[in-house]
Nanobody, 130 residues
Framework: QVQLVESGGGLVQAGGSLRLSCAAS????????????MGWFRQAPGKERDVVAA????????YYEDSVKGRFTISRDNAKNTVYLQMTSLKPEDTAVYYC???????????????????WGQGTQVTVSS
């Protein structure tokens, strides 16, 4: 079992920046040759939960949804069991609840779909004002 806790959300003006963190506890990030691939997702009111970015457990492969490419950066520190989402040049349409998710993975693969994940955090609100 893995427990995930997001932090770092808040209210920011358009053009501003935020850094989200997702701290994992429970099983270690890597054991027995396996590790946890991680993803950041977001859900705005009345919309489906969509991928923002994903990262392999080794950290060497990443994926970004088109609208955040060049603005957001996903990274991880396995020694701290933490995954980050650095968000810059924020836009009002980035407003949503942001969730991190984890799944056990054998190889250096990322997973861009919500249904591919087994563990979820409780979410953190990001609001971007115009």
């Amino acid at each position: 079992q893995v427990q995930l806790v997001e932090s770092g959300g808040g209210l920011v003006q358009a053009g501003g920046s935020l850094r989200l963190s997702c701290a994992a506890s429970g099983r270690t990030f890597s054991s027995y040759g396996m590790g946890y691939a991680m993803g950041w997702f977001r859900q705005a009111p009345g919309k489906e939960r969509d991928v923002v970015a994903a990262i392999s457990w080794s950290g060497d492969n990443t994926y970004y949804e088109d609208s955040v490419k060049g603005r957001f950066t996903i990274s991880r520190d396995n020694a701290k069991n933490t995954v980050y989402l650095q968000m810059t040049s924020l836009k009002p349409e980035d407003t949503a609840v942001y969730y991190c998710a984890a799944r056990l993975a054998y190889s250096s693969v990322y997973y861009p779909r919500p249904r591919q994940y087994d563990y979820w955090g409780q979410g953190t609100q990001v609001t971007v004002s115009s």
